[in-house]
């Protein structure tokens, strides 16, 4: 396989032919709708939504208790957002 500098020379490799929500609509699936879907259909996009105080999160067991560490942290006139 050789990597493209120009992507329109690439060989197409996937074609999507149409999507839909796992659940009928944006938020709508479950843990139970998507493990039957990738069981009739095969693989699945996902993506999940998380609380602000993730993008401070370090390791270990991740809790969002800290909500006034992180608004004293916005509050701060050197915060800078990433």
């Not at 329109?8 to 998507?34: K, Q």
Request: hydrophobic share 35%.
């Amino acid at each position: 396989m050789t990597k493209c500098a120009d992507y329109s020379h690439c060989e197409e490799r996937v074609d999507i032919v149409d999507f839909y929500h796992v659940g009928g609509y944006y938020g709508g699936a479950s843990e139970l709708a998507m493990m039957q879907e990738i069981r009739s259909r095969g693989p699945i996009s996902a993506d999940f939504k998380t609380p602000f105080g993730f993008s401070f999160y370090k390791g270990g067991i991740f809790s969002d208790d800290h909500v006034t560490e992180i608004t004293n942290l916005m509050s701060n006139p050197n915060f800078s957002k990433i």
